[in-house]
Protein backbone atom coordinates (compact mmCIF):
# COMPACT_ATOMS: atom_id res chain seq x y z
CA UNK A 1 0.00 0.00 0.00
CA UNK A 2 1.22 3.60 -1.41
CA UNK A 3 -0.16 6.26 1.08
CA UNK A 4 0.71 10.08 1.18
CA UNK A 5 0.51 12.35 4.38
CA UNK A 6 0.59 15.96 4.72
CA UNK A 7 1.99 17.65 8.27
CA UNK A 8 0.91 21.24 8.91
CA UNK A 9 2.93 22.60 11.80
CA UNK A 10 1.36 25.37 13.59
CA UNK A 11 -0.92 27.90 10.91
CA UNK A 12 -2.25 29.69 13.84
CA UNK A 13 -2.89 33.23 13.72
CA UNK A 14 -0.26 34.08 16.14
CA UNK A 15 2.52 32.92 14.04
CA UNK A 16 1.23 35.32 11.17
CA UNK A 17 1.65 38.75 10.61
CA UNK A 18 -0.46 40.92 13.24
CA UNK A 19 0.33 38.15 15.40
CA UNK A 20 1.91 37.93 19.05
CA UNK A 21 4.78 36.09 17.26
CA UNK A 22 4.88 36.70 13.91
CA UNK A 23 6.91 35.10 11.09
CA UNK A 24 7.76 37.03 8.50
CA UNK A 25 6.43 35.64 5.35
CA UNK A 26 3.52 33.47 6.84
CA UNK A 27 0.54 35.07 5.81
CA UNK A 28 2.00 34.49 1.92
CA UNK A 29 3.14 30.76 2.81
CA UNK A 30 -0.39 30.02 4.30
CA UNK A 31 -2.49 31.34 1.85
CA UNK A 32 -0.64 29.70 -0.98
CA UNK A 33 -0.97 26.23 1.28
CA UNK A 34 -4.63 26.64 1.43
CA UNK A 35 -5.07 26.81 -2.84
CA UNK A 36 -3.06 23.56 -2.72
CA UNK A 37 -5.32 21.94 0.09
CA UNK A 38 -8.19 23.30 -2.16
CA UNK A 39 -7.19 21.73 -5.12
CA UNK A 40 -5.16 18.48 -3.98
CA UNK A 41 -6.53 17.65 0.15
CA UNK A 42 -8.09 14.35 -1.59
CA UNK A 43 -4.31 13.15 -2.46
CA UNK A 44 -3.62 12.54 1.08
CA UNK A 45 -4.92 9.83 3.28
CA UNK A 46 -5.00 12.47 6.46
CA UNK A 47 -3.97 15.63 6.69
CA UNK A 48 -2.64 16.33 9.90
CA UNK A 49 -2.58 20.05 11.39
CA UNK A 50 -0.50 20.30 14.96
CA UNK A 51 -1.13 23.33 17.01
CA UNK A 52 0.63 25.24 19.52
CA UNK A 53 -2.36 25.14 22.71
CA UNK A 54 -0.90 26.77 25.41
CA UNK A 55 -2.53 27.10 28.44
CA UNK A 56 -2.36 31.10 29.97
CA UNK A 57 0.69 29.89 32.64
CA UNK A 58 2.83 28.31 30.04
CA UNK A 59 6.28 28.02 30.89
CA UNK A 60 7.77 29.12 27.58
CA UNK A 61 6.03 32.65 27.87
CA UNK A 62 8.65 34.96 28.97
CA UNK A 63 6.59 36.42 32.40
CA UNK A 64 7.40 32.30 33.34
CA UNK A 65 11.18 32.25 32.32
CA UNK A 66 10.22 31.20 28.48
CA UNK A 67 12.09 32.42 25.90
CA UNK A 68 8.76 33.85 23.89
CA UNK A 69 6.14 36.61 24.01
CA UNK A 70 2.47 34.59 25.24
CA UNK A 71 0.87 32.86 22.19
CA UNK A 72 -1.53 30.07 20.93
CA UNK A 73 -3.54 30.94 24.13
CA UNK A 74 -6.01 28.00 24.13
CA UNK A 75 -9.31 29.83 22.84
CA UNK A 76 -8.16 32.89 21.99
CA UNK A 77 -8.07 34.34 18.71
CA UNK A 78 -4.29 33.63 18.27
CA UNK A 79 -4.95 29.65 18.73
CA UNK A 80 -6.98 29.55 15.58
CA UNK A 81 -5.90 28.30 12.48
CA UNK A 82 -5.00 30.93 9.99
CA UNK A 83 -8.70 31.47 8.15
CA UNK A 84 -8.38 31.04 4.76
CA UNK A 85 -6.63 28.33 5.63
CA UNK A 86 -8.64 26.90 8.02
CA UNK A 87 -11.97 27.58 5.40
CA UNK A 88 -9.89 25.14 2.91
CA UNK A 89 -9.74 22.66 5.54
CA UNK A 90 -12.79 22.59 6.22
CA UNK A 91 -13.79 20.84 2.65
CA UNK A 92 -11.89 18.02 3.42
CA UNK A 93 -12.80 15.02 5.81
CA UNK A 94 -9.23 13.99 5.77
CA UNK A 95 -8.14 16.19 7.86
CA UNK A 96 -7.23 15.70 12.14
CA UNK A 97 -6.14 18.17 15.03
CA UNK A 98 -3.08 17.59 16.96
CA UNK A 99 -2.29 19.51 20.11
CA UNK A 100 1.28 20.29 21.75
CA UNK A 101 2.22 22.58 24.72
CA UNK A 102 -1.26 21.39 27.13
CA UNK A 103 0.82 20.95 29.93
CA UNK A 104 1.98 24.47 31.56
CA UNK A 105 5.41 23.09 32.88
CA UNK A 106 6.61 21.52 29.36
CA UNK A 107 7.79 22.94 25.78
CA UNK A 108 6.59 20.54 23.11
CA UNK A 109 8.24 22.18 19.86
CA UNK A 110 7.80 18.79 17.73
CA UNK A 111 4.15 17.08 18.14
CA UNK A 112 5.83 13.71 18.64
CA UNK A 113 7.92 15.20 21.53
CA UNK A 114 10.17 12.21 21.22
CA UNK A 115 11.89 11.93 24.44
CA UNK A 116 14.24 8.98 25.33
CA UNK A 117 13.07 7.11 22.45
CA UNK A 118 9.83 7.67 23.61
CA UNK A 119 6.57 9.50 21.47
CA UNK A 120 5.42 11.67 25.01
CA UNK A 121 2.24 13.07 23.24
CA UNK A 122 -0.46 11.12 22.11
CA UNK A 123 -1.62 12.85 19.50
CA UNK A 124 1.61 12.34 18.08
CA UNK A 125 1.09 8.75 18.78
CA UNK A 126 -1.45 9.04 16.82
CA UNK A 127 0.12 10.47 13.29
CA UNK A 128 2.87 7.73 13.76
CA UNK A 129 0.34 4.89 14.27
CA UNK A 130 -1.71 6.08 10.73
CA UNK A 131 1.48 6.55 9.36
CA UNK A 132 2.81 2.87 10.44
CA UNK A 133 -0.09 0.83 8.80
CA UNK A 134 1.59 1.65 5.78
CA UNK A 135 4.38 0.37 3.98
CA UNK A 136 6.34 3.38 1.98
CA UNK A 137 4.65 6.53 3.21
CA UNK A 138 4.67 9.72 1.63
CA UNK A 139 5.13 12.31 4.22
CA UNK A 140 4.99 15.93 3.27
CA UNK A 141 5.97 18.54 6.19
CA UNK A 142 5.05 22.45 6.20
CA UNK A 143 4.47 25.23 8.75
CA UNK A 144 5.79 27.79 10.66
CA UNK A 145 8.36 28.67 12.02
CA UNK A 146 10.57 26.50 9.74
CA UNK A 147 13.78 26.85 11.83
CA UNK A 148 11.77 26.33 15.33
CA UNK A 149 8.57 23.36 15.06
CA UNK A 150 8.50 22.18 11.38
CA UNK A 151 12.47 21.50 11.90
CA UNK A 152 11.71 20.02 15.45
CA UNK A 153 9.00 17.81 14.01
CA UNK A 154 11.31 16.94 11.07
CA UNK A 155 14.08 16.13 13.50
CA UNK A 156 11.97 13.89 15.19
CA UNK A 157 10.02 12.34 12.60
CA UNK A 158 13.37 10.82 11.10
CA UNK A 159 14.41 9.75 14.59
CA UNK A 160 11.46 7.96 15.19
CA UNK A 161 11.29 6.11 11.38
CA UNK A 162 15.03 5.76 11.51
CA UNK A 163 14.99 7.32 8.10
CA UNK A 164 14.64 9.96 5.67
CA UNK A 165 13.01 8.04 3.13
CA UNK A 166 9.49 9.88 1.99
CA UNK A 167 9.91 12.30 3.85
CA UNK A 168 9.46 15.89 2.40
CA UNK A 169 8.96 19.98 2.73
CA UNK A 170 6.45 21.55 1.50
CA UNK A 171 9.30 25.02 1.15
CA UNK A 172 7.01 27.13 -0.32
CA UNK A 173 4.38 26.46 2.48
CA UNK A 174 7.00 27.09 5.04
CA UNK A 175 7.79 30.18 6.68
CA UNK A 176 11.10 30.49 8.98
CA UNK A 177 12.71 33.22 11.35
CA UNK A 178 15.93 33.03 10.04
CA UNK A 179 14.06 33.28 6.13
CA UNK A 180 15.07 29.39 5.88
CA UNK A 181 18.55 28.99 6.03
CA UNK A 182 18.77 26.41 8.92
CA UNK A 183 15.77 24.63 7.55
CA UNK A 184 17.52 24.39 4.12
CA UNK A 185 20.49 22.70 6.22
CA UNK A 186 19.25 20.86 8.22
CA UNK A 187 17.21 19.44 5.22
CA UNK A 188 20.37 18.63 3.02
CA UNK A 189 22.13 17.19 6.35
CA UNK A 190 19.33 14.54 6.29
CA UNK A 191 18.87 14.05 3.13
CA UNK A 192 15.21 15.18 3.14
CA UNK A 193 13.86 16.66 0.10
CA UNK A 194 13.17 20.35 -0.41
CA UNK A 195 9.74 20.50 -2.67
CA UNK A 196 8.03 23.32 -3.93
CA UNK A 197 4.39 22.59 -4.46
ZN1 LIG B 1 4.46 27.68 21.81
Known sequence: MYEKFLIIVDPQNDFIEGGSLP???ARS????????????????????????AHPENHCSFTANGGIWPVHCVKASSGFE???QLQEALSGSDNVEYCQKGTDSAVEQYSIFSYNGGQITNPDGQKIISAIEKTSSPTIVVCGIAGDVCVMNTLNDLVQIRKSAEGISVAANFTASIDGGEKLEAFCKENNIKLLNL
Open 29 to 52: AMQQLAEYVRNHAAEFSTIFVTQD
Open 81 to 83: VFR
Open 23 to 25: VSG
